[in-house]
């Protein structure tokens, strides 16, 4: 009989211990994951404003000479990340792609312009810094149109500016709530030694002396917690880069670990400061509100 209590006793403590392990890794993760989503937030508006194209059009009587040295010209400009000469046959043969038929079957000439499709860097893709990069291009005579899409233009920017507001207060309400869950689960496991708690007072045992074995055992679960977390959120960012390279999710180093040693030191501190306050409560209630 005392042996099936037993069992029943340690399979109790290894339950509680395991949901206490699975709601730490769980907001810790996805308090990581938020915080992985902060830091690369601008990573990745950047590389969406980078994917619009201005497109530079040059008169049909421009040589050879004249796209080379536009060319050259491009790569000192502070403001291309990229760029790209496309031909008029080059281009012919886009749209012959798109619409399926060969329009200069038709017409019987070309009537398409040589062109540069410019990938703007992040910082520059703004309006007025649009306009005065066409004011300095427009210079060149032989440039007949500089076309970009500047509702686009206007319509990432102002997203960007609410999104980034959203995020940092969602990132706040996210992380006060998670040390409510945190604290509520560690609470709970407490609660149920609230009587092994009051006997070690009564039997003359100190306050620190009680604390103690309650604080180690929540840090230990609150770092296997954050451990696990950590491991789930490497793995993340390795899907991720894997899968979209081209965003370099993982080229911030320092900040990846900053937030990894972050979930770590969180699993850590709210354990630690959880269980103190919860073992206090019972150390100063009396015997009969125990139950």
Do not use: C
């Amino acid at each position: 009989m005392s042996d099936s209590f037993e069992k029943f006793q340690k399979r109790r403590v290894i339950t509680s211990y395991f949901s206490v392990v699975l709601s730490i890794f769980l907001v810790l993760f996805l308090l990581g994951i938020l915080g992985l989503f902060v830091i690369n937030s601008k990573l990745l508006s950047d590389n969406f404003k980078e994917e619009i194209v201005m497109t530079v059009f040059f008169k049909t009587e421009a040589t050879d000479s004249v796209t080379n040295a536009f060319n050259s010209e491009l790569k000192t400009a502070k403001f291309a990340k990229s760029f790209a000469y496309v031909s008029k046959e080059k281009a012919a043969e886009q749209h012959k792609k798109i619409i399926g038929e060969d329009f200069m079957q038709f017409l019987g000439v070309n009537p398409l312009q040589n062109s540069f499709d410019i990938h703007l860097k992040a910082d520059f893709v703004t309006n007025p810094e649009i306009a005065k990069i066409q004011s300095r291009l427009r210079q060149n005579d032989m440039i007949a149109d500089i076309v970009y899409d500047k509702q686009l233009v206007t319509l990432v920017n102002d997203n960007i500016k609410n999104i980034s507001m959203w995020i940092l207060i969602i990132s706040g309400l996210f992380a006060f709530v998670s040390v409510l869950l945190i604290n509520s689960s560690l609470r709970l496991s407490i609660y149920a030694n609230r009587f092994i708690i009051k006997t070690m007072q009564m039997v003359g045992a100190t306050k620190s002396f009680i604390r103690k074995p309650f604080i180690q055992r929540s840090v230990i679960l609150g770092l296997i917690g954050a451990v696990l977390a950590i491991v789930a959120l490497l793995g993340v960012l390795i899907y991720l880069q894997t899968s979209f390279p081209n965003l370099g999710i993982i080229e911030n180093k320092l900040a990846i670990g900053t937030v990894l040693l972050g979930v770590l030191v969180l699993g850590v501190v709210i354990t630690f400061i959880s269980t103190y306050f919860a073992t206090q409560r019972f150390l100063n209630l009396r015997t009969d509100d125990l139950y």
